[in-house]
């Protein structure tokens, strides 16, 4: 039996990184992936939908391009192509991770990993080793448990009809769908609504909340709503899924109740866009009890959750409707376990996936522990871009904290005249009295690389003022968010002022 300081179990992007950080940090590190080194984000998540994103806007702006005098004829799309370029970026991401680990003399484990007591981890080998064996244990004083999450389905009838797929299933498509509806208005599915809109598909939005992105700034949902409906897009929102059945004419017909009104839309396939739900129950199931976990239909029923969870009871883990319990480091009850990313209570983001696997090693490894996991950024890449991070107004109203509000329409920033952005604008919310920043929320160009200054902004609790120390260049998007800081301070220079009342 081999022995390591760290053991993590999970490739994804929080247990990628975190078993490099443990090892940058001088703990002999293994970490145990059953597929590929990247998890969900970098093989069937942010990156390939980014990389179809790209690749669908760049098609409009082609398509647009006389606006800027630039005509051409005959554009088409080939799709084949397009998939192969996502496939490209995964494979150079995925291998650039095995790199990392390989030069950090991270232990790489190929197949599945269990937890099993007295901090031992029993690895199911995907091949067998080269001596024929199929399995093998390991011990470590400290293991991280970074088992991600799969996509979620309504339990909803007709939802195991050919057709109605997740994110996965709509990823191994090989042809652009006629037409498509997708259940959910969140950021999975106002980005594949803009992939296949742009594609020439035929998108319908069901959404059961009253507004797109329910959890972000209202203004924000109002102007995508807007946006998306004027490149195409059907949008329903308030529309509660009742059931989906096959289409007689081919298809599938999804039945709704929107306003009372019970209507129905047809379309060759169905995305099922609700979320994700958590992976823990795998890490502590031996692969034999979860051969009926797989495909694209796959998902833990209450057999497996309970088993898992009486497994892990017994560890001194604590599981609650599948996900783990931890302390604000990730530890759980049993000493020397940790656990990350989705299969923990929280944003399932990749990148608090990476800061959670960095702050689980330092602590670990004896280190004061420096991300501040309470600020998260949140990044939608539609076209424009939609960045948020820190309150609301609608947060500050509810939590009765006075504000003030610093915010620039990007209509009158120069470059974003120059590549004819839609109507954007960036907002900056800081406490009244003391002029803390609190948050922001931004829908321009480039937002999402520019939401990382909020978030450090609001991290080391600064003002405007101070963020203002440091001068801006002309001309770039990022002039916006100075303009909407300058309005916190008594008035921005490209906006006219406001009226006294």
Do not use: W
């Not at 443990?22 to 093989?43: H, M, P, S, Y």
């Not at 329910?214 to 109002?222: F, P, R, T, V």
């Amino acid at each position: 039996m081999s022995n390591f300081d760290l053991i993590v179990i999970g490739g994804g992007p929080g247990g990628y990184v975190a078993a490099i950080k443990g090892a940058q940090l001088g703990l002999n590190t293994a970490i145990v992936e059953k597929d590929r080194f990247g998890g969900t984000c970098l093989n069937r998540g942010c990156i390939p939908t980014k990389a179809m994103l790209h690749a669908a806007d760049l098609y409009r702006e082609i398509l647009e391009g006389g606006r800027f005098g630039i005509h051409v004829e005959k554009v088409t799309v080939n799709y084949g192509e397009v998939l192969d370029y996502k496939q490209e970026t995964i494979d150079k991401l995925v291998s650039g991770v095995e790199q990392l680990l390989k030069a950090n003399g991270v232990t790489m484990l190929k197949g599945t990993g269990t937890l099993l007591a007295d901090r031992q981890v029993k690895v199911t080998f995907a091949q067998p080793a080269e001596d024929g064996a199929t399995e093998a244990f390991y011990e470590a004083e400290h293991i991280i448990l970074a088992g991600g999450s799969y996509p979620a389905k309504l339990p909803v009838e007709g939802m195991e009809l050919d057709g109605v797929l997740t994110s996965d299933g709509l990823f191994a498509l090989e042809e652009i769908p006629e037409s498509l509806t997708i259940i959910g208005g969140g950021v999975i599915g106002v980005e594949f609504a803009e992939v296949f809109s742009a594609l020439g598909c035929k998108v319908t939005i069901l959404e059961a909340l009253p507004k797109l992105l329910a959890n972000l700034d209202k203004e924000i949902s109002q102007n995508l709503k807007m946006i998306l409906k004027k490149r195409g897009v059907d949008i329903h929102t308030g529309a509660s899924l009742a059931k989906i059945e096959k289409d007689p004419a081919g298809g599938l017909i999804c039945h709704y109740t929107e306003k009372d009104k019970e209507q129905s839309v047809s379309s060759q396939y169905v995305l099922c866009a609700v979320g994700r739900k958590p992976n823990a129950a795998g890490l502590f199931l031996d692969p034999a009890d979860m051969a009926d976990v797989a495909g694209e239909d796959a998902a833990l029923t209450t057999k497996h959750l309970e088993a898992a969870a009486q497994t892990a009871h017994d560890l001194g883990i604590t599981m609650e409707r599948g996900f783990i319990e931890t302390d604000a480091y990730g530890q759980t009850g049993a000493p020397g376990i940790y656990a990350i990313g989705d299969i923990v209570k929280g944003i399932q983001l990749a990148h608090v996936a990476s800061a959670q696997g960095i702050t689980a090693a330092e602590k670990i490894a004896g280190h004061t522990p420096n991300v501040d996991l309470n600020i998260v950024p949140s990044c939608i890449y539609t076209s424009p871009e939609i960045a948020s991070v820190g309150i609301t107004e609608e947060d500050a109203k509810a939590s009765g904290t006075p504000v003030k509000v610093g915010k620039y329409i990007t209509s009158a920033n120069g470059k974003s005249l120059i590549s004819k952005e839609e109507r954007g604008f960036v907002k900056i919310i800081a406490h009244a009295d003391t002029s803390e920043i609190l948050g922001a929320q931004m829908m321009c160009a480039r937002a999402t690389d520019m939401i990382g200054e909020m978030a450090t902004a609001i991290a080391n609790k600064l003002t405007p003022a101070q963020l203002l120390a440091g001068m801006r260049a002309h001309p770039t998007y990022n002039e916006a968010v100075g303009e909407a800081l300058e309005e916190l301070e008594g008035g921005a220079i490209h906006m006219a002022p406001k009226k006294k009342k």
